[in-house]
């Protein structure tokens, strides 16, 4: 398997532009995560899901953010419109079933300048 | 929600010497604690893990314990090598759900 796949693998645009991020999921695994990566706050999850639908998305930080799964191997996770402040490492994990081992992407560093 | 707080922020060891990262959760029914290890511009990668009905996990020269009346639980490194170096952290599955709640991570360098 090839893992998680992640694209773009480095994003940079302008503020206010759209981003789209994409994920592929390990085939069979049945939860989907995004987390973002930032210095000042670490690693935390925006939003997972289970089976497509979406699950939690607490973390999700304002109406800027949104995420969709529309099948079983691909989710995106899109802002609009992007800010500065957005600028981080997005990771896509999965996993085979609750409180399994969570495979990470390889990631996307945007940068929204 | 949950809280979990892991310490050191940064440790340094000389090659050969152990290493013990801490870390405490606030969910006493959180059943699942998987520890990660991230070097320099990769991904996180599961390290070792280990669950609620056992108090001790060890594999080679890492080991992780876990006391779940004070609720904590330690990563042991021995023997560190100068490719241990790296971001470790610690996580916690809540125990509803499946939401993962990291540490804010552990700088290790092992000098050599």
């Known amino acids: 398997d090839a893992g998680v796949i992640q694209s773009p693998r480095h994003e940079v645009t302008e503020m206010g532009q759209e981003v789209t991020l994409r994920c592929k999921p390990i085939s069979g695994h049945d939860y989907l995560f995004w987390y973002r990566q930032t210095m000042m706050r670490g690693l935390e999850l925006l939003i997972y899901f289970n089976n497509n639908v979406p699950i939690d998305d607490s973390g999700m930080p304002e109406d800027r953010f949104s995420a969709k799964m529309p099948n079983a191997s691909f989710s995106t996770l899109k802002i609009q419109p992007s800010e500065p402040r957005d600028s981080a490492v997005y990771f896509c994990?999965?996993?085979?079933?609750?409180?399994?081992?969570?495979?990470f992407g390889p990631g996307t560093r945007l940068t929204v300048t | 929600g949950e809280n979990v707080e892991q310490h050191p922020s940064t440790l340094s060891v000389q090659e050969g010497d152990s290493a013990v990262i801490k870390c405490t959760y606030s969910?006493?029914?959180?059943?699942?604690f998987p520890w990660y290890k991230q070097e320099l511009g990769k991904r996180p990668q599961l390290i070792i893990d280990?669950?609620?009905?056992?108090g001790e996990k060890k594999d080679q020269r890492i080991a992780v314990t876990l006391n779940k009346t004070a609720k904590h639980f330690s990563l042991h490194i021995t023997e560190t090598q100068p490719e241990d170096s790296a971001v470790y952290f610690c996580a916690v599955v809540l125990s509803r759900g499946n939401k993962l709640v990291f540490g804010a991570g552990t700088i290790l360098r092992v000098k050599s």
């Open positions: 969910d006493s029914a959180s059943n699942y």
């Open positions: 994990a999965s996993s085979l079933y609750e409180g399994h081992e969570q495979y």
């Open positions: 280990i669950r609620s009905n056992v």
